[in-house]
Structures are given as C-alpha cells and as structure tokens.
C-alpha cells in the first residue's frame, strides 16, 4: 500500500496543544472530519474508544497508535499529532507519549487494509531515523516523504 494515499499535509500537527489523550484525539479527528475524511466525528471518535478499551495503543518510545474501524469513515487516512509537552497514555513502556498517528479505516477495508497499514506502520516505527523524525522533525512534508518512502 502506497502510504502517500493516506497520509496528507493537512492531518499533521505538530503543535498540537492538548493535555490529554482525549484531547488529542478529539483534535486529530478534527482534522480528519474537516478535511473530509469522516461523515460523524462523535461516530468515528466512539469506534476509535472501542479498540481503545481493547488494548493499549501506546507503543512505547513516545508513539501511540490509536485506531478506529467504522462507517463513519468516508476513505481510510490518518491524522498525525505530535504535541507540545508528553501527555499520559497507556503504552508498553509505561511512559507518556509525545506523537500520536490516528487511523481511520473503513468498515469496508477493516480486515485487509487495516492489516496492511498497520504492518507497514509497525515497520517504519522499528526505525529509529524515522521515530527521530516523528518527535523532532519541523516540516510535514518531511514527516509524508520519511513516511512514504520505500524500505
């Protein structure tokens, strides 16, 4: 999967101004419901709290995950935070998190894209560049193009 298809300059933050881990992913679906991505916010935000009540999304390392699949959802993107100061969330190494990549799936592509993007993720997240990049990086075309490049 061509990660450019999913990701846009207009869903990454990286001021993002929030306390919380409710906060912030109140902003990110923002993001996602003005730029059309989303027909219910509220929708899209419950699902998002379902996987979350599953397990935690924070994967260590300053990065969370968060996730939702529903039909709120008009194309499978993301939303990418990086906020101002670390914020608490459940995470394997039971530290706050700093970087936060929001996925919205469609019902529709809920098995085989989801499994797709969250496994090229999961790769990209193993290298180290590109986690720097996502926690200190200035540009958001820099953090599309880390992102989208080819390992």
């Known amino acids: 999967m061509d990660l450019s298809t999913v990701i846009d300059e207009n869903r990454i933050n990286l001021e993002l101004d929030v306390a919380s881990k409710e906060e912030a992913i109140d902003a990110l679906a923002d993001m996602l419901m003005q730029s059309g991505v989303l027909a219910s916010k509220e929708d899209f935000i419950n699902d998002v709290y379902v996987r979350e009540a ?13 996730h939702g699949k529903s039909k709120s959802v008009l194309r499978t993107s993301l939303a990418i935070g990086r906020t101002k100061r670390p914020i608490e969330w459940e995470s394997l190494d039971d530290e706050p998190v700093r970087c ?36 200190n990086g200035n540009d958001a075309k820099e953090i599309i193009t880390i992102l989208s490049a080819e390992n």
């Open 54 to 66: 599953a397990g935690q999304t924070g994967i260590g390392g300053g990065i969370a995950i968060p």
């Open 100 to 135: 936060i990549i929001l996925f919205a799936v469609r019902e529709a592509d809920s098995t085989t894209v989801h499994v797709r993007l969250l496994g090229q993720f999961a790769g990209k997240l193993a290298d180290e560049d590109i986690v720097t990049a996502l926690l």
